[in-house]
């Protein structure tokens, strides 16, 4: 059985190899088709345009939210604090640990990053 498979596929790919070097003469119409066609763009229909405005607005919206409570919050008063308490307690750590999450941690957030990026363009 297994031998008569193998001729099946051996005359397959021999036919569709075949057919793969036949030109087919469209007197140029293929190019013009080719050349027609907008460069660049996708089609969009009113629904994706529609989640990309959200999409969009909520970004800005978030992102506003962020810079003002930073501000309210006197976000420099507390990176300030937490950097003059990690200098205070440098003698005290592990630097195994910071080692290892100083290598992990920007490698998560890269891959995830581009995950992310992957996945909403793949939505859109």
Known sequence: ?????????????????????????????????????????????KAIRKLRKWATTWNIIFIIATIALFFLMKGWNIAYDLLATLIATAHTFDYTYLLFWLMILPLAVVVGTVYLFRTSYRLF
Not at 3 to 27: G, N, R, T, Y
């Open 1 to 45: 059985m297994k031998k008569m498979k193998d001729e099946k596929d051996i005359m397959l790919e021999h036919f569709f190899k075949e057919a793969a070097e036949v030109q087919i003469s469209d007197h140029g119409f293929t190019e013009q088709v080719i050349n027609a066609l907008p460069e660049g763009r996708r089609v969009e229909n």
